[in-house]
């Protein structure tokens, strides 16, 4: 049950785009379609953002989408936004019913 | 409103008990797994237990096992752990959440567990 790989830190400026990266093995991120990213607001709960590899829950921008390819899951901010500045974690399924965060982003609007 | 509430946490001594405990509301507590993630200070997101819809199956991280025991009590909208021979490393800030084709798509505020002399 290692914690799946995050850069710590991601950065742009205002309407740029940044993707974020988080790395696993065949065992959780390649060898099923359920990962998630969740953003943290500093002191709040974290808030489900993207599930099953790229989709959005009701509520959330369009401006965030998620693909995976291999053992690696991207979720891409467009239009970045004061508001998006965060950190953002990803988790996947890890078979036998157990699940595996990765270390989190921190992502700064420059 | 779909809503978690947690409760239960504080500060317990090392090789002490606490039970924490988690009210839903809003929606129908009873078909769905839930699951218990912890966060310790200044940390990352840490999966600690899964429990299916009627209690039956239970899902705990490795270093949990044998110590703490997630619950259940669908006639109350309840969700428990029941966390014993508590550690320093277990201090967190501990969030329960609705768990949906695992993700988790409803989350409480959290409660503070402090394991300390």
């Known amino acids: 049950q290692s914690a799946l790989t995050q850069p710590p830190s991601a950065s742009g400026s205002p309407g740029q785009s940044v993707a974020i990266s988080c790395t696993g093995t065949?065992?959780?991120?390649?060898?099923?379609?359920?990962v998630s990213w969740y953003q943290q607001h500093p002191g709040k709960a974290p808030k489900l953002m993207i599930s099953?590899?790229?989709k959005r829950p009701s509520g959330v921008p369009d401006r965030f989408s998620g693909s995976k390819s291999g053992n690696t899951a991207s979720l891409t901010v467009s239009g970045l936004q004061a508001d998006d500045e965060a950190d953002y974690y990803c988790?996947?399924?890890?078979?036998?019913?157990?699940?595996?965060f990765g270390g989190g982003t921190k992502l700064t609007v420059l | 409103e779909v809503q978690l509430v947690e409760s239960g946490g504080g500060l317990v001594q090392p090789g002490g008990s606490l039970r924490l405990s988690c009210a839903a509301s809003g929606f129908t507590f009873g078909s769905g797994w839930m699951t218990w993630v912890r966060q310790a200070p200044g940390k990352g997101l840490e999966w600690v237990a899964n429990?299916?819809?009627?209690?039956?199956?239970?899902y705990y991280v490795d270093f949990v096992t044998g110590r703490f025991t997630i619950s259940r009590d669908n006639a109350k909208n309840s969700l428990y752990l029941q966390m014993n021979s508590l550690r320093a490393e277990d201090t967190a800030v501990y969030y329960c959440?609705?768990?949906?084709?695992?993700?988790?798509?409803?989350w409480g505020q959290g409660t503070t567990v402090i394991v300390s002399s």
């Open positions: 065949s065992s959780d991120v390649g060898g099923y379609n359920y």
């Open positions: 099953e590899v790229s």
């Open positions: 429990i299916i819809q009627d209690g039956s199956e239970k």
């Open positions: 959440a609705r768990h949906s084709w695992h993700a988790l798509d409803v």
């Open positions: 988790s996947s399924y890890a078979g036998t019913n157990n699940l595996v």
